[in-house]
């Protein structure tokens, strides 16, 4: 089992910043994927941006030039740091790691985006 804590979630106003973490326990040997979804209300849940443990990166089209995906240097935390926010940003981000082919969630931390 892995377990996934994300922090960093907040009030911003448009064209802020935030930086959320991701901090994974539990059986953490052989996480793959590590990754950033969201889901605003009334929508299914979407993909943000992935990382996997070669350090190759995809992005949402909506958010590609604005958020950045890392991980950091133990291999079992992720970072997702957003500039240029918008109003449509504003969703519950949940973090993501797959291992042996098992996708491991998030409570989620809630972004919200003011105009």
């Known amino acids: 089992q892995v377990q996934l804590v994300e922090s960093g979630g907040g009030l911003v106003q448009a064209g802020g910043s935030l930086r959320l973490s991701c901090v994974a326990s539990g059986s953490i040997f052989s996480i793959n994927v590590m990754g950033w979804y969201r889901q605003a209300p009334g929508k299914q849940r979407e993909l943000v941006a992935t990382v996997t443990s070669g350090d190759i990166t995809n992005y949402a089209d909506s958010v590609k030039g604005r958020f950045a995906i890392s991980r950091g240097n133990t291999k079992n935390t992720t970072y997702l740091q957003m500039n240029s926010l918008k109003p449509e940003d504003t969703a519950v981000y949940y973090c993501?790691?797959?291992?042996?082919?098992?996708?491991?969630w998030g409570k989620g931390t809630l972004v919200t985006v003011s105009s």
């Open positions: 993501q790691a797959k291992r042996w082919g098992i996708n491991y």
